[in-house]
């Protein structure tokens, strides 16, 4: 018996009038688009023929991006609306002067993943080895910014990345938040005969309990990054990675287990590191590296000004100073702009009962 071929049913007169609608919108947006581009091209002719070399402006993004969100109606999410303005943002910047991004890699990073939040996938990405390699390529002018990881909602703060600042001349010019979603990786279809699994260190503590749960005899192994535990993985089908998504597309590994961190709202925040002195925002925050003598109640007279000026202080940290015995340097952050009348008042005293302070920063918040 013969089987009928089922004809396609037509579309409503509703439907085509909804696709013909697209398809104006979609000719307008590229019209929009494209005289958005020209305009960035002019104003990279204007800028050169002044002699400024620098076309990136972090203050200029972020109220842009905050613009977008403000005036955001959805059906779009906030976060979706800003990752497509990224995306215009970053092609017509790439129209003035393409840029090159330096991160902790290998490839399939989620300090990579950081790097093309917050720039778009409009510049070049540079993998580099270490947090140390990162900021050297930036102080040697071979990348124009870079992107070093610097603390953990769940772990704490990344204590190298502290470190590289105290003798860098490089300055902090921006932040990115990025919500971490662990996946157990394979070159293998199942877990059987799994002996090892491969992640970086914050990552093995970031996933302990499902790993206590689900894995307790197979061992633990700390390495550079988690893309670097995929790469690994990639060639040996008895270890299993935990790393992101795009390393599982990068290294072609089979996604065991998906979102197997222990926190939920597990999130990484990100630096932007450059020779560029970001202007106020209208929301930003300053970093700071400060130390006192080493005497009873120093912390409290060090810190009094900002309480005076009603300076919020959002984080502190202690690092050994490396230049005496038990000597430390205090890592500040507080809000506000240093070309902020009390912001500045406060540092002038901070500066006058301090043994050593260094301005690390002035730059905007993190956008989503």
């Known amino acids: 018996m013969k089987r009928k071929t089922r004809t396609p049913a037509r579309p409503s007169s509703r439907l085509r009038a909804l696709r013909d609608r697209i398809d104006q919108l979609d000719e307008m947006i590229q019209q929009l688009v494209s005289e958005r581009a020209s305009c960035a091209q002019e104003i ?18 972020v109220d842009v991006l905050r613009r977008v969100i403000e005036r955001n109606t959805g059906p779009l999410s906030a976060e979706e609306m800003a990752r497509l303005f990224r995306e ?11 840029m090159q991004i330096a991160f902790l890699g290998p490839e399939g990073t989620f300090t990579q993943a950081a790097a093309l939040k917050h720039f778009g996938h409009s510049v070049t990405t540079l993998p580099l080895g270490g947090i140390a390699d990162v ?3 930036v102080e040697s002018g071979a990348a124009n910014f870079g992107v070093v990881p610097i603390e953990n909602s769940t772990e704490g703060v990344i204590n ?5 600042f105290m003798d860098s001349p490089l300055r902090i010019c921006g932040e990115v938040e990025l919500r971490i979603h662990h996946h157990l990786l394979s070159k293998a279809k199942s877990l059987k005969g799994a002996k090892r699994v491969l992640s970086h260190q914050q990552s093995l503590a970031q996933c302990r309990e499902w790993l206590d749960t689900n894995l307790p005899d197979v061992d633990r192994v700390s390495v550079a990054s988690n893309a670097e535990a995929a790469r690994l993985v990639a060639c040996d089908s008895r270890a299993v990675a935990i790393a992101g998504s795009s390393a599982a597309e990068i290294y072609e590994l089979h ?14 925040r990100f630096l932007i590191i450059g020779r560029l002195d970001p202007l106020p925002s209208g929301d930003d925050k300053t970093s700071l590296l400060i130390s006192g003598p080493n005497r009873t109640g120093s912390l409290m007279r060090l810190l009094e000004p900002l309480a005076r000026h009603k300076i919020n202080m959002t984080r502190i940290e202690s690092r050994p ?4 015995l038990w000597e430390y340097v205090f890592f500040v952050d507080i809000d506000g702009h240093m070309q902020d009348t009390r912001v500045r008042k406060a540092l002038d005293e901070l500066e006058k009962g301090s043994s050593v302070i260094k301005w690390l920063g002035s730059y905007p918040k993190a956008v989503l």
Do not use: Q, W
């Not at 996604?255 to 990484?268: G, Q």
């Not at 100073?321 to 005496?324: A, I, V, Y």
């Open 44 to 61: 990279a002719s204007l800028k050169l023929a002044a002699g400024e070399e620098n076309f990136y402006r972090p203050e200029r993004e």
């Open 160 to 164: 190298h990345t502290l470190d590289m």
């Open 88 to 98: 215009i943002m970053s092609a017509c910047l790439a129209l003035e002067k393409p």
């Open 255 to 268: 996604v065991l287990a998906s979102n197997i961190e222990d926190e939920p709202d597990n999130t990484t």
């Open 321 to 324: 100073s490396r230049r005496g």
């Open 135 to 137: 900021f050297r390529e």
